[in-house]
């Protein structure tokens, strides 16, 4: 069982938006504004995707938009396109520790 | 560009240990923290500890203190990852990652398939 929740599915028709969420607890997503967002491929390492909350590193595409509110982090992500369709976690500091979500898939139909 | 690229996939008995190298390139080794991850078969990532190359402070996560070492070779900009007394739960990919710096994970390994099978 992972420390972050996250639903173990979304999907979305192309060129659509779809919004993943992320719940933890105080001590981790609600106590820093340390939240994370990987993409993974099935047979590749995660690649980050947003840190911090909000910002992005060099290169990854502004489709991508993360925010916090309380306890919940959610990801954005706009204009689906079919490459989009990957796992995707979330991650949170936790005070000298990091904790992860589950994952959850998302399916461009 | 930065690299980090670890060592081959390993099988081991329950009960043994595993040791996984994790070489890095590309960026100031002694600069920046490496985590070390690990994901089971269609699991979430777990993070397992981490280390500053440039001082050897660690950190573990609870569940693994007292059968997980992490060290550094500043010499070889080498990172490594022990872990004891394995068991079929053990088994995972397990992957070093860099810390940026900022709170987040910004350049990983290929990753290391750890496979404990009797």
């Known amino acids: 069982q992972s420390a972050l929740t996250q639903p173990r599915s979304v999907s979305g028709s192309l060129g659509q938006s779809v919004t993943i969420a992320c719940s933890g607890a105080t001590m981790s997503v609600g106590g820093y504004n340390y939240v994370s967002w990987y993409q993974q491929y099935p047979g590749e390492a995660p690649k980050l995707l947003i840190y911090?909350?909000?910002k992005r590193p060099s290169g990854v595409p502004d489709r991508f938009s993360g925010s916090k509110s309380g306890n919940t982090a959610s990801l954005a992500i706009s204009g689906l396109q079919h490459d989009d369709e990957a796992d995707y976690y979330c991650?949170?500091?936790?005070?000298?520790?990091?904790?992860f979500g589950g994952g959850t898939k998302v399916t461009v139909l | 560009q930065i690299q980090l690229v670890q060592s081959g996939a390993e099988v081991k008995k329950p009960g043994a240990s595993v040791k996984v190298s994790c070489k890095t390139s590309?960026?100031?080794?002694?600069?920046?923290?490496t985590s070390w991850v690990r994901q089971a078969p269609g699991q979430g990532p777990e993070w397992l500890g981490w280390i500053n190359a440039n001082n050897g402070n660690t950190r573990y996560a609870q569940r693994f203190q007292g059968r997980l070492t992490l060290t550094a070779d500043t010499s070889t900009t080498t990172t490594f990852m022990e872990l004891r007394g394995l068991t079929s739960d053990d088994t995972s990919i397990y992957y070093c990652?860099?810390?940026?710096?900022?709170?987040?994970?910004?350049?990983w390994g290929q990753g290391t398939t750890v496979i404990v099978s009797s």
């Open positions: 990652a860099r810390l940026g710096p900022f709170y987040g994970m910004d350049a």
């Open positions: 911090d909350v909000t």
């Open positions: 590309g960026y100031s080794f002694v600069t920046y923290d």
């Open positions: 991650s949170s500091y936790a005070g000298k520790s990091w904790v």
